[in-house]
């Protein structure tokens, strides 16, 4: 996991770029900035070391947010009453990717606990907007990670990729197989998705797509193996 092998609920999102991906009418678009999710993830982070970790994570998860342990669990419910440990896990972003709206995000970067292991982390972003004015926050819905044999190098600079504001992006849904528990979520304008499985056994992918104008193209797939 990220960290403990968090996982969000995943649920469409609200967002629309001009002149690309049709949004709802009504909707107020956001320039997309990925800074805006790397600035999230930080101060996440940052709280986790100041607050405790199950602190952090209670007070920056969506309400339906999941956490896998390794079957899927509502978060809020899992953390509640959870006592902190006494040193918080660290983790630092490595990329950042964004719909075209800039209303949904991934990060994913590299974890290391106080035991000295290590291991990578993917969080899925969404902005939640509070009133008509466009005022809101960032709340991760899914958070995930695995252990590693070798830690990921440590980056310079966090890459960031937008996802194109061109043509038409399809929200395609396809079934899990049989007993598997499965979940996808779209950004509103369907240029950001994200899909959860998790296998009877434990294990479960993470996929992470973004739209490049012409097809959604896979930028983050974690697979994680059932627990020995």
């Known amino acids: 996991m990220k960290r403990f092998g968090l996982v969000g609920a995943a649920f469409l999102v609200l967002s629309a ?13 956001r320039i997309a900035n990925p800074s805006a999710i790397i600035s999230a993830e930080i ?8 607050k405790g970790q199950w602190t952090a994570f209670r007070e920056t998860a969506a309400k339906d947010a999941v956490m896998f342990d390794p ?7 899992w953390l509640k009453g959870r006592a902190d440990p006494p040193v918080a896990v660290k983790w630092q972003a490595h990329k950042a990717f964004m719909s075209c709206d800039g209303k949904t995000g991934a990060t994913t970067g590299a974890w290391q606990r106080p035991n000295g292991t290590f291991g990578y982390f993917t969080t899925i972003w969404q902005f939640i907007q509070k009133n008509e004015r466009g005022d809101g926050e960032w709340k991760w819905v899914v958070d995930h990670g695995d252990v590693l044999p070798t830690p990921r190098a440590p980056k310079e600079m966090i ?41 009877p056994d434990g294990s479960r992918t ?23």
Not at 17 to 29: D, I, M, R, T
Not at 43 to 50: G, I, V
Not at 71 to 77: D, K, M, R, Y
């Open 17 to 29: 770029c001009a002149g690309g991906p049709q949004a709802p009418a009504g909707f107020e678009p």
């Open 159 to 199: 890459e960031t990729k937008v996802a194109s504001c061109k043509g038409q992006p399809p929200a395609l849904l396809q079934a899990p197989a049989e007993g598997a528990k499965m979940k996808s979520g779209f950004s509103r304008d369907q240029s950001l998705s994200y899909t959860w499985v998790v296998q």
């Open 71 to 77: 079957q899927p669990n509502l978060a809020q419910a």
């Open 206 to 228: 993470v996929e992470v797509k973004i739209w490049n104008g012409q097809m959604s193209e896979t930028v983050i797939l974690d697979q994680v193996a059932a627990p020995k």
């Open 43 to 50: 101060a996440f982070a940052r709280r986790a070391q100041e």
